[in-house]
């Protein structure tokens, strides 16, 4: 199996997962390490796995090393995943989401691997607070800003490849993910290590923006499912059915770390910050039956934190960085 992006958050622990459940399946790595403290993500389990720098974008490199390798299925997950960067530099959501998806496409044309792609509820667009609808496989594309705009466009690639060449693809939509490794320019990560080092955590706008949130595991575990028992050419829903505003949360991570209710600040908001998501995964459920397991919130918030908490030196340089760049943003 080959993993892109696998450096990163999900990627990093969907690696260490197939390690440990899966172990029928060799890894390798491709990440351009985007970020220099991605480098760390995979350290302990650095000798179990067959890791490369270099760029998806790069197609004869991957070729390659499928040949290389032997590799028999891809996963994708190598992105620019933060809305908040694409205010910084757009264009890399378009080089490295789409065109990166599409250079994958080309060593699926030539080679014939299997290819799941990961991509996001975003591409549905925003939901209304009050609106009882939730994102399905079939639900319009409506992206809102250049991350959601970017991935829908490496969607419409991979759909294609399944209807122009009948390429052997897959694609998930996730929900918001949550767990150890997260970047922590991140609203979990950001919120809990500013609190860790004395300070106030941020809430964009008004703070009652809806998100779905999901334990990363789980997430991991519907990719599996999907690669076991998905039908090549679909698209598959992840979803917890966990909604919660920003402010919620926000209150239990204070009050999980003995801070008062309103120690929080109100920025501006991100322009276009989308209002809510929801995801109805009762297709992946069914077709692929899978169910998510981590889903007491409060005990996986209360275990994140000590995560953080203990691993001060793999976020420290990272946040000093991140708060600098939310500083030129004004959020
Ligand atoms: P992340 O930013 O932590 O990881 C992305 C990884 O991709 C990094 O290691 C980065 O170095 C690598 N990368 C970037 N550009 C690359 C390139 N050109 N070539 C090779 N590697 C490159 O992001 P994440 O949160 O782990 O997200 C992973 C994937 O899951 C993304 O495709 C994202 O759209 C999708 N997703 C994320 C969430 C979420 O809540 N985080 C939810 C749904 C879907
Ligand atoms: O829905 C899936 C998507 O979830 C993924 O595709 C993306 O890769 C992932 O980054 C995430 O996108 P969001 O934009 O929803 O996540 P983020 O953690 O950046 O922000 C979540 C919400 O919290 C959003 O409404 C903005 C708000 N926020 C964010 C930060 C960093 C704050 O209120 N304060 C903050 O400090």
């Given at each position: 199996m080959l993993v892109t992006g696998g450096a990163g958050f999900i990627g990093a622990n969907f690696v260490r997962s197939t390690l440990q459940h899966r172990p029928e399946y060799e890894i390798a790595v491709i990440d351009?390490?985007?970020?220099?403290?991605?480098?760390?993500?995979l350290d302990d389990v650095k000798d179990s796995i067959a890791f490369r720098q270099g760029d998806v974008c790069d197609t004869a490199f991957v070729s390659a090393l499928v040949e290389e390798l032997g590799i028999e299925v891809i996963v994708h997950f190598a992105a620019e995943s933060h809305n908040d960067n694409a205010y910084l530099f757009p264009s890399r959501f378009a080089h490295t989401n789409v065109m990166g998806t599409v250079s994958l496409l080309e060593v699926v044309r030539s080679t014939g691997v299997r290819l799941h792609h990961v991509s996001t509820d975003e591409v549905y667009g925003q939901l209304a607070l009050d609106d009882t609808e939730a994102f399905t496989p079939d639900t319009p594309y409506r992206p809102r800003n250049y991350y959601s705009a970017s991935k829908a466009g490496a969607d419409h690639f991979v759909r294609a490849a399944w209807t122009?060449?009948?390429?052997p693809v897959t694609i998930s939509h996730c929900s918001n993910n949550y767990g150890?490794?997260?970047?922590?320019?991140?609203f979990i990560p950001r919120t809990i290590t500013e609190l860790l080092v004395g300070g106030r955590p941020r809430l964009h706008g008004s703070g009652r923006h809806v998100r779905e949130w999901i334990h990363v595991d789980d997430h991991c575990t519907a990719i599996h499912a999907i690669l076991d028992r998905g039908r090549l050419g679909e698209t598959y829903v992840v979803g917890s059915d966990d909604e919660r505003d920003n402010r919620s949360i926000v209150e239990l991570i204070l009050e999980l770390m003995g801070?008062?209710?309103?120690?929080v600040d109100y920025v501006p908001d991100r322009?276009?910050?989308?209002?809510r998501y929801a995801s109805d995964a009762s297709k992946l459920r069914t077709e692929c039956e899978w169910m998510p397991l981590r889903t007491e919130f409060r005990k996986e918030m209360a275990g994140l934190i000590d995560w953080y908490r203990h691993n001060e030196s793999w976020w420290w340089e990272m946040k000093t960085a991140v708060e600098r760049r939310y500083g030129e943003l004004g959020r």
């Open positions: 351009a390490l985007i970020d220099p403290h991605f480098t760390r993500n122009q060449f009948q390429l150890p490794y997260q970047h922590v320019e991140k801070k008062p209710s309103d120690w322009p276009s910050n989308d209002l």
